[in-house]
Each structure stands twice: as structure tokens, then as C-alpha cells.
């Protein structure tokens, strides 16, 4: 199976643990919820890491269930899921799939109904929607059943669950609507909540926070934006609306004083919530998105909290950043008050895979701006140095001679910019590819043209896992080649990337001061963050880049940064946070 297929079985097992007994069963359903997204994340096939016997280096993903994947890859069944699956009618499961639809609601319908069929139970649904029969069922109601027929037709037409959108394009869209909230002279401040503000690679529907005195006011507000498509829930206190490209926005409306309490609570995750929760219960105290409840002579007393900061500190800890909260230690740490001071967007002090509009005839896409106007958009942004990586000219359709003079015509360029540009550093890179026998696109005479070279796979992704680790390291191995680009390959909702052995990679590139990107490309994100994570651990060297094809694509530096604080990366980690001194002699070292 597929890690895609292990995440799938696993959500369906904590649905139907939720149909079953949600109260009962909260921290199994937690438990099948994290496992399903550590493996959907990870970039090892989980059938590879049983094999290996490394099961257990899978984050999030506890013995119990660790058993269970032993067990399935063993004998291609688990026993285990088999008895909770048996409880739940298979029709349930497909309903899972569509926007709006929680394990009861689907549940209730299918028993209902008595729907049988998997393959139908869609269509079925709609059937039974269409003649009206949905909405006498107690708890539904005609808008109800409105809602079902239009959430089935947008499932029809490609919305899924599945469907998440890259965090650069939800960000996009939060934005927008928190603009547009704070024209409202009743509202006073507004926030993104759940996995947008923990930074997470991937989003569903975007969750907002908005504080007021009015919340009625700031209500219709919200439901007036002009880029809606429709109102999906109009409440006292929170709504829903669609908005063009039908992607979901929901706010929840709340006083000032209770900002703190509620904004840590939606922004979660779910098992850090769980373990603040279980520390509250020792002392007493129960945690909630009102406050903290305590017992204060003889009496339970609801204290209330404006900033998360006194919220944590009421809890004896430092305040936890967003992007951590995943537990796994940041909790721990932060009771010790030993929180490392994770990089910041302010940190960096330049950029280094950047693709100009010079005519270099690459093997791939040519950017579309001038090195001039990439320059002056660096300067902007207070950058020490910049580096050019263009692709490498084709080799296929170039001679070796060809190649070494477009090269220094490019590098020609760059140094009639530098010659007016005295405030920063820049160097000569090119983004070259690592061909499957691990030799480089280019020859020695074009690679000692470069300061430095980015290597690259662009082909070949299907090799098995040692041999591409093989490849990688011999690319690496040069020594002008000091980054490895986008070094899983993925590309996040279409291609899950290459095989790589972490362990031996990581070990080559700290030995020999090679650094891994974090490539902030929006459908790249890459390293993923929980392989940061690992790197940062093993004390291998990282680099943020935007991989820019526009002067305005250098935005997207903020999208890398928050991967990195993702993966627990400190200044230290980032090659480009470093004073240009440090920098320029790592750079330049060819040890």
C-alpha cells in the first residue's frame, strides 16, 4: 500500500471510532488522526520504513499503531481495523469525502437510508435529497438538505476533502479577507486560526478570529464581502460563506478580553491541545477556548485571557510559536523555558536560487525578468548578497564550448550589475542537473566559471531508493556543488518525489558542509518540514530560497521561512541568515 492508501485506512478507522463512541474513543481518534498525517507527509514510503525495521522513526505515529502497519504489511490485513470496520456500514465511508460531511452525519444518512453500496451511496444520497426526504429527518431541516445536494454537485465537479489548497494560496486568500475585515471600524483586531497559522504545508478551509465589541456587526460584515459566493451559516458568533473558486472561509467573532484563550484553542494542533489539557488536569484545571477554569476558594472560577502570552504563562510556560505546536517536545521545552529562538523572515540576508530573463538557452524555463531588476527588488529587501542560479544551457542541444560561453556571457552581465551595486554582494551560481549517473549536466571548464553551483534532479525520479541516494552524493560530491535543490522532488498535491536515504545524505552533506534548500516554491515547499526537522537534529546545513522566476516571486521567501521555523531551524541552521563574511567563506570553501 501506498502511503496515500495508509493515511486513507487510517482516517477511517478514527471515523469510525467517532461513529462508534467520539467521547469514548478522543484520544484513539487522535492518535489514527496524527498517524494519518505523519505518513501523508512523509517522503518515505512507510512499506520501505517497515522493511528497514524503521517504523518507529515515523513522527506521530505511536507503537500501538506502528503494530498495526507491522502487522498489515506482514499479511496485508490488520485484525485490529478489521473488528472496528465491521460496526460501520461501508456506504459511510465514501461520504467522508465530501465537504461538510463528519463521520455522523454520514452515519445517520446511510442508516437512514439503509444505504449499502459504496460505489453508489454518492448518487444515492442525491436521489434521496432531490425528492425532499432528507429534510424531515430530525436535525436537518430543508436548508439542510439544500446544503447536501449543493456539497455533492461541488464533489462532483473536483471538491474534496482531499482537495487542500498550498499554503501561499490560502494564505492569499486569509489575507484578503482580514484586509477587508479591518475596514470595519467595529472590528479591532482579526487573525488566521488552525493549520494557516500553524503554517502548515497544505490548508483546508480558512479559519478566522476576529475581536469586537459588536459581534453581531462584524457578522454582516463577513457576510457582505463582495467575493462571496454564498452564505453557508450566519450565526451570533461564527459563520461560514463560499467564496469565488469555492474554497470555505469561517470566522468566529469573540470580545477582547477572551482573544487569548480562544485564538491558542482553534489555532491547536489537536495533540497539543490534548497535551495542555492533561497538564491542566493535574493541577486541577480544565482548558477551553473561553479560559482557563479553576478552583479558587471552594468555588470553580473561569479566568479569562487577552494574549496568548498570558494564557501559556498561566500555564508556567513560555509562549509556544504556532508553527511548533504539533507535539513533539515543544511543551516540554517550553515548561523548561528552553525554546530555541527559531529563524525569522528578518534573518535573512539573502536569496540564491533566482532564474533572470539572461538568454542562456537552459535545459528548463528562463525567467522573465532582468538581473538589474532582481538586484534592485534585493536591495529593497535589505539583502547583504543574492546569488543567480539560472539552469544550466541544454546540453542537448549545446557543445560543451557552447555552453562555457553563454555562461560567461551571463557571468559578463552579472559583474556590469555588481560594478553599480556596491551595497551587495553577488555571485555567480547556476542551478545545474544531477544526470542519473550522478555526473553533472556541465564540464569542469563551465563549473570554474561559477562561485558556486545548486544541483538539481530533474529526471528520472522512479530510481530506487539507494541508487538515487547513490546519484544525489556523487552530484554533491563536486566541489563547486555546495546546495542541493528541492531535495525530496515532491510536488505537493500532484507528485509525492523520490526515494532518498536520509540518514547517509544527511551524514555526507554536514562532512563535507553541503547545505539543503528549503525551496519556498508554492507547490514545492521542500524540504518538507518534518525532514527539517531531522536535518536540523543531525546538524546538517540549510538554505532558504524562493526559487524566483519573477523579481516579485522573491515574496515567497516568507513561505520557506515559515517551513523552516516549522522544522525547529534556527539562524545557526540557515547558511543565509549568516553575516556575508561567514557566508562568503562557506561559500567559496572547497574543502
Known amino acids: 500500500m501506498t502511503n496515500q492508501e495508509i493515511s486513507h485506512l487510517l482516517r477511517t478507522i478514527a471515523a469510525s471510532y467517532a461513529i462508534k463512541d467520539e467521547k469514548k474513543h478522543y484520544f484513539q481518534i487522535i492518535a489514527y488522526q496524527k498517524a494519518a498525517d505523519a505518513i501523508e507527509k512523509t517522503t518515505t514510503e512507510a512499506k520501505d520504513l517497515y522493511k528497514e525495521d524503521k517504523l518507529a522513526t515515523l513522527p506521530g505515529v505511536g507503537p500501538s499503531i506502528q503494530a498495526h502497519l507491522s502487522e498489515l504489511f506482514r499479511t496485508g490485513k490488520v485484525k485490529h481495523f478489521e473488528t472496528v470496520l465491521k460496526e460501520v456500514p461501508p456506504a459511510v465511508f465514501p461520504l467522508l469525502d465530501i465537504p461538510s460531511f463528519g463521520p455522523k452525519k454520514a452515519f445517520k444518512l446511510v442508516s437512514v437510508f439503509k444505504f449499502t453500496n459504496p460505489k453508489t451511496v454518492i448518487d444515492d444520497l442525491a436521489k434521496i435529497a432531490e425528492s ?29 476533502k482531499s482537495g487542500r489548497m498550498v499554503l501561499p494560496y490560502a494564505n492569499e486568500l486569509a489575507e484578503k479577507m482580514l484586509t477587508y475585515l479591518r475596514k470595519s471600524k467595529y472590528v479591532k483586531d482579526a487573525y488566521a486560526m488552525g493549520s494557516l497559522r500553524r503554517r502548515r504545508d497544505t490548508i483546508g478551509d480558512v479559519d478566522l478570529a476576529v475581536t469586537s ?79 482557563i477554569k479553576q478552583t479558587y476558594q471552594g468555588k470553580k472560577v473561569m479566568k479569562t485571557y487577552d494574549t496568548e502570552e498570558k494564557f501559556y504563562k498561566a500555564l508556567s510556560m513560555d509562549w509556544i510559536p504556532p508553527e511548533i505546536r504539533e507535539d513533539t517536545g515543544e511543551i516540554e521545552r517550553a515548561l523548561k523555558h528552553d525554546l530555541p529562538p527559531l529563524i525569522e523572515l528578518k534573518d535573512i540576508k539573502g536569496d540564491f536560487h533566482l532564474h533572470s530573463n539572461f538568454p542562456i538557452e537552459p535545459s528548463h524555463d528562463l525567467g522573465a525578468d532582468t538581473i538589474k531588476t532582481m538586484v534592485d527588488t534585493a536591495k529593497q529587501r535589505g539583502y547583504s548578497y543574492m546569488g543567480f542560479s539560472e ?182 541552521n540557515i547558511v543565509n541568515s549568516w553575516p556575508l563574511d561567514t557566508f562568503t567563506s562557506w561559500l567559496l570553501n572547497r574543502e
Do not use: C
Open 213 to 291: 465589541g459588536k459581534l453581531d456587526e462584524v457578522i454582516k460584515h463577513f457576510v457582505a464581502y463582495p467575493y462571496k459566493d454564498r452564505v453557508i451559516e450566519k450565526g451570533p458568533q461564527t459563520s461560514s460563506i463560499i467564496i469565488s473558486g469555492g474554497k470555505q472561509i469561517d470566522i468566529m467573532v469573540l470580545k477582547p478580553e477572551l482573544a487569548g484563550s480562544l485564538l491558542q484553542h482553534f489555532t491547536g494542533s489537536k495533540a497539543h491541545n490534548i497535551k495542555l489539557r492533561e497538564l491542566a488536569l493535574k493541577k486541577g484545571w480544565s482548558l477551553s477556548e473561553k479560559g
Open 391 to 572: 539552469h544550466n544551457p541544454s546540453t542537448g542541444n549545446h557543445t560543451a564550448q557552447q555552453i562555457y560561453t553563454l555562461t560567461q556571457k551571463r557571468n559578463n552581465e552579472i559583474e556590469k550589475v555588481q560594478k553599480s551595486n556596491k551595497s551587495i554582494r553577488i555571485f555567480k551560481l547556476l542551478e545545474t542537473d544531477i544526470q542519473p549517473s550522478g555526473d553533472l549536466a556541465i564540464d569542469e571548464k563551465a563549473l570554474s566559471l561559477l562561485d558556486a553551483a545548486i544541483v538539481s534532479i530533474h529526471s528520472v525520479f522512479s530510481m530506487p531508493k539507494e541508487q538515487m541516494t547513490k546519484r544525489i552524493i556523487k552530484g554533491l560530491s563536486r566541489p563547486k556543488a555546495k546546495i542541493l535543490a528541492h531535495p525530496t522532488g515532491r510536488i505537493i498535491n500532484e507528485r509525492s518525489g523520490y526515494e532518498v536515504d536520509w540518514e547517509e545524505l544527511f551524514a555526507f552533506a554536514k562532512s563535507h558542509k553541503k547545505a539543503l534548500e528549503i525551496n519556498a516554491w508554492p507547490t514545492r515547499l521542500d524540504l518538507p518540514d518534518e525532514i527539517v526537522r531531522k536535518a536540523v537534529e543531525k546538524g546538517v546545513l540549510l538554505i532558504i530560497d524562493t526559487d524566483s522566476h519573477t523579481a516579485s516571486q522573491m515574496d515567497l521567501m516568507q513561505y520557506g521561512v515559515s517551513v523552516a521555523r516549522r522544522g525547529w531551524a534556527t539562524k545557526a
Open 132 to 160: 425532499g426526504k432528507i429534510a424531515d429527518l430530525e436535525g436537518f431541516g430543508e436548508k439542510s438538505q439544500a446544503d447536501i445536494l449543493r456539497a455533492v454537485q461541488e464533489y462532483r465537479l473536483g471538491k474534496t
